[in-house]
């Protein structure tokens, strides 16, 4: 189950987020981070395309270090699967991380 402590200045890192992925299924978690204005400029980004990308970014890292499935990732991205696996190649990931039921899922694909 994914546990947080406090930070000196009150902030939350998780951990353990990856001991149980059957919690993860039960539950829906809001994260917020503090972004610096300068950050978003320099991007050129709004706060909401910006949580996408953060989102996206997360999900497929996650994926490539074979921490989430390729569909859990997709969730997380807020994604179809099709538009993931799209994404992913957009970013330098392969879509095939060695995971027999990824594949097996990709051929099911229309």
Known sequence: ???????????HYLSDLASSTSTLHDFSMKLELEIPDSALSALRQAPAEFAACLRLMAAAKLYETGHLSQERAAELAGQSRQDFVLQLS??????????EEDLVSLSSLP
């Open 1 to 11: 189950m994914a546990t947080s402590r406090p930070t000196a200045k009150g902030q």
């Open 90 to 99: 957009r970013l330098g990931v392969s879509p095939f991380q060695g995971v």
